[in-house]
């Protein structure tokens, strides 16, 4: 199942982490995107458990978060501890 956003959404969480809604390249911006996703299809999978096409698109946007954060985490360590702290991920 594919996770339909709206542009208003998309441009409301570009703002919020990417600094500007036009600033969709910015990692912070991409992991926030991701973040979101990967709640909707979680709670998806609570409903529907047998659903593993869905399970493996989120097994995969799991890992392309993951490998987004480990390079944000490389390049700039505080941008990456308030991003995660902000997102409340990595509890």
């Not at 990692?27 to 999978?45: P, W």
Request: net charge positive; proline share 0%.
């Amino acid at each position: 199942m594919a996770v339909y956003l709206t542009s208003e959404k998309k441009n409301e969480i570009f703002k919020e982490y990417g600094g500007d809604e036009k600033n969709t390249g910015s990692i912070e911006g991409q992991v926030a995107l991701f973040t979101y996703r990967i709640k909707s299809l979680s709670e998806h999978l609570n409903s529907f458990k047998k659903d593993h096409t869905t399970r493996r698109a989120l097994l995969a946007m799991v890992g392309k978060r993951k490998r987004l954060l480990e390079y944000l985490k490389k390049r700039d360590i505080q941008k990456y501890r308030e991003l995660i702290s902000k997102l409340g991920i990595r509890g």
